[in-house]
């Protein structure tokens, strides 16, 4: 949110503050001033006068400062045509000092050209020679200072600033046209210098998103005052009450719906100054009703909505049960909309309504979607800023003919002034649904307090009537059928004490409460605050003092909250096995070459689908889009989106360890966790001595998962070969055992599984392991001592079917030789000639330890005892 400076002071007297303490104060408060930007004052001492931005500084700083001496109000006397150009004019301006012959290309004032003298000067805003202001015709903000030059032979040394040049907007295609009021000679600076905090309002700061908001904050940061506007206008003419009624028919998403009228209003441009802070802002001015409603929201919060109050008339007088009404009388409906129905908003765009959708309504029908846009057939209409269509259809008896964007043919001049509470989270889906994010959306949907809603009704008629003319009908149509609770909560001394770590008495609380509006009572050394009606994130109960207690220590200043060594005694420490373990777990394969990654626990069906198909899911109620609405079935089809993302890369090796949500019929589902891990591309990664890497294969999966096992000390680890799984190729898959049980499957990717993700053509080898039966069988072990004895190494070679697998024989070696063979590693895979056809031969190397010096002929007798044995069980040869 970005509110000037200069707004803040019409309600908090901020002398002898610089902006950075204005803005420090704020973010330490807790509302985080982004940036400060400049729009004519002067910059901060650590910022060059006259630089654009700043990296120096605390907070991020951009903008441009005017110089008092230079850039100043001067009134324009008279436009005279250029002799040697027919698109340029020549200003007769006065400074306050002198006459000055300025020339000038704007068209704003074009049509003034050789009309001679002007009867009322106009106001500008005049960069004399030497002035530093930015380029209006440079792409972005590039600084420039006036020198002389002759332009199709006219001398040229200064000019009429437009907007971009002062840093107030984009906006360069006309000069600033300053209000009447602007006194010649005058300093710019002076006269309108400025400075924007960007805000960024957190969703529990919602109550601050307006100018009174921020200004309640410094005041109580402050102790300075806070002076509210004045609300006060004449009435005059039917009381609204007598012209329209409003009917809520579900009070939980409308708790309060507020309406004025005003009369004979003269559609034109806001006042300059109007303008400027609007556009400072971030907001474009469109003409003083529209301007209005938007001044207001930024004032006070209340997003309001100004319907064409004759359009209105218009519909229910065409409407076959209200044509003996006269004059109509306009019933205002808020309700949900039907399935399907349409409306057309003010962007143009007809859009299919759901039934979670609320809607304003007259009685032929939706004239607003609530809380977010109104509706173009009642909008406030300007005719001199359209042209009728001439190519549309000629209207139906008593309808109104439509323009461009289909409006009535003719200014409004009757406005019925809309303000109201909605539901924040209905708000909120609407917006989304429909991509109509907006200011009023962005307010309703963290939450506008209903209370808020006649004030900001009462300060949008009051401005319309003095930038406007019109005359504003006695009353307020008024319908509150929900008022929200304002929760009154019980703080003593001793809470501040214990959770704030301050000693504050039940009256320096008040005090501080107090100035953030709570009305405090303080019974004995009791602090009873009762929430101000403009907060809805106040509870109740210990979650109400926690709440109330934050705004203490706001308001105190979190600054000022002493440092202090904790009192109580620390907790026992109790570990966390599970925790542990699995952070075991992701430093073994981080040591490995693996990268963590954590991904979405949203997905969709669709997206799964790729991987695998699944029947039932977890879904979420209230998902933030349609591609994150149910909980994922499986881990590893997380990680293959990751792998997709990032398939350019020349090597990718990642893991994951999350849960997986299995539904469960009328209760929480389970969420058992699981390990995957994904490789694909180059083994190695490309340099000046490799110039050709081999692609990681099933093998590269293998070593990893038997060092993760051996890291965690796992003994009984086997592997075999597996059909089952669907998503791994048959003959490249195996499942891995631990104690004679699976814990997980690895293999390569099936080809048409993988031919649904674009991830190249080099193979995906995957592994997914349950994590939970895993751990359930992780091993107790103690520590052994180095032997003080020698190993004894000898190689055999041993010739076998080959659909004998190299891990039973392994198993056998093991078995056999007892806790003698301390070691077994395969080395050597042959198959040739030599074995025989359907034959291999496997290399093995053992390593014998006992806790004695064995002896050569001890060493073969174990090696017979396990050729013997490897012989009878699976027919082995000993290779010579």
């Keep these: 949110m970005k509110l000037p400076i200069s707004w803040i002071k019409d309600y908090i007297d901020l002398d002898g503050l610089s902006i950075e303490e204005i803005a420090r104060k704020l973010t330490l408060a807790g509302l985080e001033v982004e940036e400060i930007k400049y729009a004519g004052l002067p910059m901060s001492n650590n910022t060059a006068s006259g630089m654009h931005s700043s990296a120096r500084h605390e907070f991020k700083t951009s903008g441009i400062a005017w110089d008092r001496d230079k850039i100043v109000v001067a009134e324009i006397r008279e436009v005279m045509p250029h002799p040697n150009a027919d698109r340029l004019t020549l200003l007769d301006l006065y400074d306050g000092q002198q006459s000055h012959v300025v020339l000038t290309g704007a068209p704003n004032i074009f049509h003034l050209k050789g009309t001679g003298k002007l009867p009322k000067p106009i106001k500008v805003a005049y960069a004399k020679e030497g002035s530093t202001i930015y380029d209006g015709h440079a ?301 009023a959306s962005f307010r309703f949907s963290r939450g506008v307090h209903p209370a808020v809603a006649e004030q900001g009704v009462k300060r949008g008629l009051q401005l319309m009537a003095q930038w406007s003319g019109g005359r504003i009908a006695p009353g307020l149509v008024d319908e509150y059928p929900l008022k929200p609770k304002d929760p009154t909560v019980t703080v003593t001394p001793r809470d501040v004490k214990r959770l704030l770590g301050i000693d504050l008495t039940a009256k320096q609380i008040a005090e501080l409460l107090t100035r953030l509006e709570f009305k405090c009572t303080v019974e004995k050394n009791v ?102 609405r149910v909980m994922r079935r499986s881990l590893l089809a997380s990680v293959l989106e990751t792998v997709e993302k990032n398939a350019r890369a020349e090597s990718i090796a990642l893991f994951e360890l999350g849960p997986i949500f299995e539904p469960k019929k009328n209760d929480l589902p389970d969420e058992p966790n699981k390990l995957a891990l994904v490789m694909t591309g180059a083994r190695i990664a490309t340099a000046w001595d490799v110039k050709d890497s081999p692609t990681f294969d099933f093998y590269d999966m293998k070593g990893r998962i038997e060092l993760l096992l051996s890291g965690l000390r796992y003994k009984d680890v086997s592997y075999t070969p597996t059909d089952s799984v669907d998503y791994l190729h048959p003959g490249k898959a195996a499942e891995v055992k631990v104690n004679g049980q699976t814990v997980g499957v690895f293999g390569e990717m099936h080809p048409l599984v993988k031919a649904k993700y674009e991830v190249g053509d080099a193979p995906l080898i995957l592994a997914e392991f349950d994590l939970e039966k895993l751990q359930s069988l992780s091993p107790a072990y103690g520590i052994a001592p180095v032997s003080e004895f020698p190993p004894v190494y000898e190689d055999i070679a041993v010739i076998v079917d080959e659909a004998v697998p190299a891990a039973r024989l392994e198993a056998l070696i093991r078995q056999t030789g007892g806790r003698t063979v301390t070691d077994v590693r395969l080395f050597d895979v042959y198959r040739g000639e030599q074995v025989g056809a359907g034959k291999k031969s496997l290399a093995y190397s053992l390593t014998y330890q006992s806790d004695k010096t064995m002896t050569d002929a001890e060493a073969a007798a174990i090696r017979n005892k396990i050729v013997k044995r490897l012989e009878y069980e699976v027919g082995a040869k000993l290779r010579s």
């Design 527 to 628: 602090v009873k605050a009762r929430t101000p009606p403009h907060r809805l994130d106040i509870g109740e109960g210990v979650v109400g003092l926690a709440d109330v207690l934050e705004e203490v220590a706001r308001s105190y200043g979190y600054d000022n909250i002493p440092e202090t060594r904790m009192a109580d005694s620390l907790p026992p420490q109790i570990g966390n096995p599970v925790y542990e373990w699995q952070e075991r777990v992701r430093d073994i394969l981080a040591t490995l070459g693996l990268q963590e990654i954590v991904s979405y626990h949203l997905t969709s069906p669709e997206r799964e689908s790729r991987f695998a198909a699944y029947n039932e899911y977890v879904t979420l109620a209230n998902p933030t889009s349609p591609e994150r």
């Design 139 to 439: 792409e972005g903000l590039a600084l420039t200072t006036l020198k002389r030059a002759k332009i199709r032979g006219v001398e040229s040394y200064s000019m009429a600033c437009s907007e971009k040049e002062l840093g107030i907007s984009e906006e360069h295609t006309g000069i600033i046209i300053l209000d009447e009021d602007a006194p010649v000679g005058m300093p710019l600076v002076d006269y309108m210098g400025d400075a924007v905090l960007d805000i960024k309002i957190n969703p529990n700061m919602a109550r601050n998103a307006n100018v009174i908001g921020v200004a309640r904050e410094l005041s109580a940061l402050t102790g300075r005052e806070l002076r509210k506007p004045t609300i006060k206008y004449k009435t005059e003419g039917q009381p609204v009450e007598e012209l329209v009624s409003i009917e809520i028919t579900e009070p939980e998403l409308n708790p309060r719906f507020v309406l004025g009228l005003i009369r004979d209003v003269e559609i034109k441009p806001s006042p300059y100054q109007v303008q400027r802070r609007l556009r400072l802002a971030g907001i474009r001015p469109i003409n003083n009703i529209v301007d209005a409603t938007n001044y207001a929201m930024l004032d006070i919060g209340e997003p309001l909505h100004a319907f064409d109050y004759d359009a209105l008339v218009g519909r229910v007088g065409n409407s076959p049960t209200r044509r003996d009404a006269v004059p109509p009388h306009v019933k205002i409906i808020t309700r949900t909309a039907k399935e399907g129905e349409r409306l057309t908003t003010l962007d143009g765009v007809e859009r299919k309504l759901t039934s979670t959708n609320v809607l304003v309504c007259d009685e032929k029908g939706p004239v607003s979607l609530a809380g977010v846009m109104g509706g173009a057939e009642t909008e406030v209409y300007d005719a001199s800023d359209e042209v009728l269509d001439a190519t549309a259809p000629e209207p139906e008896a008593g309808e109104m003919p439509k323009g461009k964007a289909g409006v009535r043919g003719r200014s409004t001049t009757n406005i019925l002034l809309e303000g109201a509470a909605w539901n924040f989270i209905n708000i909120r889906k609407t917006a989304q649904q429909h991509n109509l994010p907006s200011e």
